[in-house]
């Protein structure tokens, strides 16, 4: 039995810290905090805006929700793209016109929100075009700057 109440109230803190603490990790790992279901949430809404602009014909737009500048990496197709401008200019290449972009279906997200500031989502990705039907998979590496969640990598792979 404890005599003191100073060592009670030492254990008191000492055991509110650690059951706090335990319930964050708890918490961040099964992605069940409100700030886990909040960027979850606002990840998927940048996904789904990505993919508006997408079949709206508008590869920038689609492109605003990628990290500008250097440190974008890109890869697919067995070859890295680095920065957000040639990363673009892939994307103008590979689909120069509304038949070539056809219209992207982009489901069944896997979101992992790892910290505040950093995600993973994985999916899978469909283009409906009126000679085919190529489809993929997906994992992009996202991260809130400036207040914003943005694509810093992705790694796009092909079914076909």
């Known amino acids: 039995m404890m005599k003191n109440p100073r060592n009670l109230l030492i ?14 990790a708890l918490g961040a790992f099964t992605g069940k905090t409100d700030s886990a279901k909040g960027a979850e949430a606002d990840i998927r ?3 789904a ?9 508008d590869i920038e737009g689609f492109m605003q929700d990628y990290v500008k500048g250097d ?5 697919s197709g067995g070859n890295i793209e680095n920065g957000w401008q040639p990363t673009l200019e892939r994307y103008q290449s590979r689909y ?22 950093d995600a993973l989502v994985f999916g899978r990705w469909e283009l409906e075009r009126a000679s085919d039907n190529p489809s993929g998979l997906y994992t992009l590496h996202v ?3 400036n ?7 992705d790694h796009t792979s092909s079914a076909d």
């Open 45 to 47: 809404n940048m996904l």
């Open 96 to 117: 120069p016109d509304r038949a070539a972009m056809g219209k992207l279906i982009s489901e069944n997200y896997d979101v992992k929100v790892i910290d505040a500031d």
């Open 147 to 153: 207040g914003r969640w943005v694509v810093v990598s």
């Open 11 to 24: 254990f008191a803190v000492l055991g509110g810290v650690v059951g706090l603490g335990l319930g964050f």
């Open 71 to 75: 440190t974008l990496r890109f890869a």
């Open 143 to 145: 991260r809130k700057l």
């Open 49 to 57: 805006a990505q993919t508006a602009a997408w079949n709206d014909g």
